[in-house]
């Protein structure tokens, strides 16, 4: 089994920046692609990025130019550079890597304030 912990949520002015953060601990050696994906308040989830074991990495066009996933393999860990935040950024973000099933971190809020 495999499982997430995501940290580096919180609060932040318009234009500012975070970095989000999820480790992964169990059977890491069967993670193909890891990625991110968030929920607004009363919204569905959508997709932000991901990143494959090769390291190819993809976007959602709301966050391309603004976002960058990285994975560190030593350290087991994916991460979401966010830059130029705006306030509909503001959401739950969900870390997830992909085994034979998909497993889900248990999120963390981003705030972002106009």
């Known amino acids: 089994q495999v499982q997430l912990v995501e940290s580096g949520g919180g609060l932040v002015q318009a234009g500012g920046s975070l970095r989000l953060s999820c480790v992964a601990s169990?059977?890491?050696?069967?993670?193909?692609?890891m990625g991110w994906y968030r929920q607004a308040p009363g919204k569905q989830r959508e997709w932000v990025a991901r990143?494959?074991?090769?390291?190819?990495?993809d976007y959602a066009d709301s966050v391309k130019g603004r976002f960058t996933i990285s994975r560190d393999n030593a350290k087991n860990t994916v991460y979401l550079q966010m830059n130029s935040l705006k306030p509909e950024d503001t959401a739950v973000y969900y870390c997830?890597?992909?085994?034979?099933?998909?497993?889900w971190g248990q999120g963390t809020l981003i705030t972002v304030s106009s």
């Open positions: 169990g059977t890491i050696f069967t993670i193909t692609t």
């Open positions: 997830y890597a992909d085994v034979r099933i998909r497993v």
């Open positions: 990143v494959i074991s090769g390291g190819s990495t």
